[in-house]
């Protein structure tokens, strides 16, 4: 009975260990991924790569492998900011392309891996500019001779992951932000024609964290975006159109969206479309010198929670332009019992609470705003200066020394200075 039983208990036994191993391997798996993911979330690039390169295995190895690569990125990023981009740790770029390579092996149809590697071929092209002569780009020349092996292959990388996701917005944007960096205008003003085919909304795209957009970028986004009003799945035209004004007031043509954000009234808007309509509607009246009409859609957005804080300051600064200073005022009493915390609504508040000359209302908001922003000298120096207009210059002297006595005196306090010196001396 005895020797029956042994047979099963080295099967156990033989079942148990390699079993139990896996499973003590995949909780050190685990911990090591969430304590990488930890540090990049945490922006430490530099402790997170090797918690998450020991990580790649198993099911989570491509999450691990990516999340290395991109922080291998990041901290070339870092260290192109600190450095100049020869100096930087060629390394990185060389570890974050190999991650990027085994993730498109252990995921081909994913379009990120060849995102990723677009990026390091795009660092690899900028850093050879560096090291190249001042003058690299021969004048009349085609523009491509102007762009690099590595330039060539970034725009390559761009493009196959265009192939697994032809119609993602950003990937087209992508394409589009390369080309015009290379210089290639014509190529980059098809990327953004078919950027805007995909997703017509230019607030969602990412042009803006770049520079400045150029003005035939955003010309061609517009002319496309018109195109497909009313014609593209799951985008209301009501939003189209809003968003067709809010460009047009960007490109400097406030006819043109006043005609836009008409329109989207016109179609039936619920209530925050109508807010948001009549908002940017008032901007572009204002501009075309309408003031009455523009003021009075601004106070129609002030009744929704959504845009009553932007109409509100708004409206008080049309008012302040016309002159109108009680009615400026009121309104920055609303913006202020709407966001009590502000303190650009403090200080504007203030501001024209002097020019009325309700010094009584300045100095209370400035106080205010010294208590709930005690580090910032703003506020500080304005109560400073609206004690000394009112002839307190006891009160303005102890508002400069406390200041003083936490941070460096700023250059309008040392003016305040002088004024609360010879007012003494008088």
Known sequence: MKLGRLPALLVAVGLVV???????DGIRVSW??????????????????PLLERAAVGAERLRARRLAAEACLEQWERQIDELSPPAADRTLLVRAARGFLECRCIAPASRRS??????VYDYLEWTGRERRSLSPFPAGR?????????????VGMIRGGLELAPHWYLLLDDLAITLWSYGLEPEAREAVRASALSLPLYVRHTYDKQDEPPAWL?????????????????????????????????RGDPAAAARDLARALSEGADSIERAEARYHLGLALFALGRDREGRANLEAAVEHPALRVAALRDLARAAERAGDLESALAHLRR???????????CLEFARVAAAVGNWPAAIEALSWARIVHPRDPRPHVALATAQLAQGDVAAAAAVLRDVETWLDAPVEAEAIRREIAAARER
């Open 18 to 24: 390699p079993f139990g191993y896996r499973a003590i």
């Open 32 to 49: 090591l991924l969430e304590a990488g993911t930890s540090r990049y979330r945490g922006l430490d690039y530099e402790g997170a790569v």
């Open 114 to 119: 060849w995102e990723g590697l677009a990026e």
């Open 142 to 154: 085609h523009p491509w001779s102007r762009v690099g092996r590595a330039g060539r292959i970034s």
């Open 218 to 250: 955003l010309d061609v986004f517009t002319e496309a975006s018109r195109e497909t009003v009313g014609r593209v799945p799951l985008l209301s035209s009501v939003t189209h159109w809003i968003d067709l004004g809010k460009l047009e007031l960007r």
């Open 335 to 345: 913006l202020r019992q709407e966001q009590p915390r502000d303190l650009v609504s």
